[in-house]
């Protein structure tokens, strides 16, 4: 009884989304668009409905299309979380693409911030969060041989202030981002995102153990 009164509360957070994600201007991982996508896109897998899929697809499309010049590189709000998003879209089979070419302009933004004059050492905010798209891009399977989509200058200046071996897995980090969800089910006055929001609140709950 209670996991269907959970299902029917999931729907209804979907609808909700449905009808305002379009709407909200952030466009990063944590509260915005990109978070919104994944859920999405993991709900549509996990019930079959083909229409979250498109619409996902349709929400994915405008955050391409929509990220500004001097938008922050930091893994929560930025270009980092976007591109860690969308790489672990395309690596699961979520959305087609290849990486190389969809997150080229991402990568040369990052590149063009000194990494070793970041003393922010946060996942969130700071250098591991950076890190972790770095490592998550350098591993990516649409690589062709040889290819690495950041120069040799960069990636020496990476090594020398990352902490190899710290970088957490997908589910770590969803999980970390979910970690805290709404309580009760007064939706209007939810967030949308995936910290603290409606579309954590679904990844959570539907999230394969």
């Not at 041989?145 to 589910?171: I, M, Q, S």
């Amino acid at each position: 009884m209670e996991q269907q009164a959970n299902n029917g509360l999931i729907e209804r957070i979907v609808r909700h989304l449905v009808l305002f994600s379009s709407f909200i201007s952030n466009i990063g991982l944590y509260h915005g668009k990109t978070g919104i996508v994944l859920s999405l896109f993991h709900y549509a897998r996990f019930t079959g409905n083909t229409l979250y899929e498109e619409f996902a697809g349709e929400l994915l499309d405008e955050i391409c299309e929509d990220m500004p010049k001097n938008m922050p590189i930091d893994f929560e709000n930025g270009l980092c979380g976007i591109g860690w998003g969308i790489e672990y879209l395309l690596q699961n089979n979520f959305a087609e693409g290849d990486s190389n070419v969809i997150l080229t302009s991402i990568d040369r933004r990052i590149m063009d911030r000194d990494i070793r004059r970041i003393s922010d050492r946060s996942f969130p905010a700071g250098l591991d969060g950076i890190s972790c798209y770095i490592n998550k891009r350098l591993h990516s399977p649409f690589h062709r041989a040889g290819d690495t989509p950041f120069d040799e200058a960069y990636l020496n200046d990476w090594k020398t202030v990352a902490e190899p071996g710290h970088f957490p897995d997908d589910r770590q980090i969803l999980c970390t981002i979910t970690e805290t969800v709404p309580e009760g089910d007064y939706i209007p006055s939810w967030n949308l995102g995936l910290s603290n929001g409606c579309a954590g609140f679904i990844l959570k709950n539907i999230l394969p153990t």
